[in-house]
């Protein structure tokens, strides 16, 4: 919890309430577009919500090639959602913190 001091006395306020003056919710689901900027195949993408400790389950029906496209279906309603990137040569790279409510696309090069 957290005082607010007022010429007229006090507020009190949570910082939840503070917080969702400033976030925007979504119910309906949203989606990111991944393009494969990269010279390698993408073997799976895992998507979670940013809160979450565990990644989500391979959102690839079949491996992304270089210069293609796919759009990812997420109904977890958040905006920040963190992407795991899996390659044909064995690496992974993580991207956190990915803002699809402001920007639905994601270039991995």
Sequence with gaps: MRW??????????????????????????VSVSVRNNSPTQVLAIQVS?????????NRLSTNLGPGESTTIQLNEGACFYDIQVERSQGSVQQIWGVNVCAR???DLR
């Design 4 to 29: 607010l001091a007022r010429r007229d006395g006090w507020i009190w306020a949570t910082a939840a309430a503070l917080a969702s003056a400033s976030v925007v919710a979504h119910a309906d689901p």
């Design 49 to 57: 919500p940013d809160y979450s400790t565990t990644w989500g389950a």
């Design 104 to 106: 639905p696309q994601v």
